[in-house]
């Protein structure tokens, strides 16, 4: 089984816990780091510099098309950021753990 990485961006720290802690309670992922970031972006022809939190979710290939479906039911973005980092080396410990904390 390969790991998976999925990030997004939420607009407040409440928002993200809520959903984070859902999912890992239901074994979706096996962990979500939170930060606090800036993001400079364009919206409606404006260009924003707003905080906000970046997630980065760790799960496993059986689980990502999953946790990409339960991003966007989820987000408050009306156009949420899911965006899936590419795994092509972790440690075998760490992987164990994931797949543990998923099944």
Do not use: G, R
């Not at 400079?40 to 022809?45: A, R, V």
Request: hydrophobic content about 35%; proline content about 5%.
């Amino acid at each position: 089984m390969k790991p998976a990485v999925i990030i997004s961006t939420y607009p407040d720290k409440k928002s993200i816990t809520k959903i984070a802690k859902v999912f890992v309670k239901n074994k979706i992922v096996a962990c979500v780091n939170i930060s606090k970031i800036s993001s400079i972006y364009s919206w409606n022809q404006k260009i924003e510099n707003a905080s906000e939190y970046i997630a980065i979710f760790k799960t496993t290939s059986k689980n990502k098309k999953l946790l990409k479906e339960k991003i966007k039911e989820t987000h408050p973005y009306d156009v949420p950021e899911i965006a899936e980092i590419d795994v092509t080396s972790i440690n075998k410990p760490y992987l164990d753990w994931l797949i543990e904390s998923t099944n």
